[in-house]
């Protein structure tokens, strides 16, 4: 009778990956050629909704300046403003964010940060072709 191979104690398995950081949170990110599927970045909607909102309460009058409506909202009144900007982002880049396909260099700190005017110099800012000019 013939002796089986003994099954070994360990087992290593490599894996290849990177931890960034999105949304204020560590995530795994897959090496290049790798589908990963994307998920929504919680704290970038958050953000967005919370522009939006500010800006129609701002829009309708209900709040005549950014100061008095911070100081309802109980923060900072350069937050605020800081927050309020996201409203001018492009709108492919807002709906890529509700849909979790954003570029991968677009999380809230990038988003916070200063970005152009013009939509289509956005889209560049964020797929990560000017990382030089930040």
Do not use: C
Not at 11 to 39: C, I, N, S, W, Y
Not at 52 to 78: D, N, Y
Not at 103 to 128: C, I, R, Y
Request: proline fraction near 5%; aromatic fraction near 6%.
């Amino acid at each position: 009778m013939t002796r089986a191979k003994s099954v070994p104690e360990t087992v290593t398995l490599h894996v290849p990956f990177r931890a960034v950081q999105r949304g204020g949170r560590k995530e795994m990110q897959m090496p290049d050629g790798a589908v990963q599927p994307r998920r929504t970045d919680s704290a970038l909607v958050k953000a967005l909704a919370r522009a939006f909102r500010w800006k129609r309460m701002l829009e309708s009058g209900e709040f005549a300046t950014i100061a008095e409506l911070a100081e309802r909202e109980r923060i900072a009144p350069s937050y605020m403003t800081r927050v309020l900007r996201l409203s001018l982002l492009a709108p492919d880049i807002v709906e890529a964010v509700l849909d979790g396909t954003q570029f991968a260099d677009l999380n809230l700190k990038t988003a916070m940060q200063h970005f152009p005017g013009e939509w289509t110099a956005q889209v560049s800012k964020f797929n990560g072709r000017d990382a030089l000019e930040s």
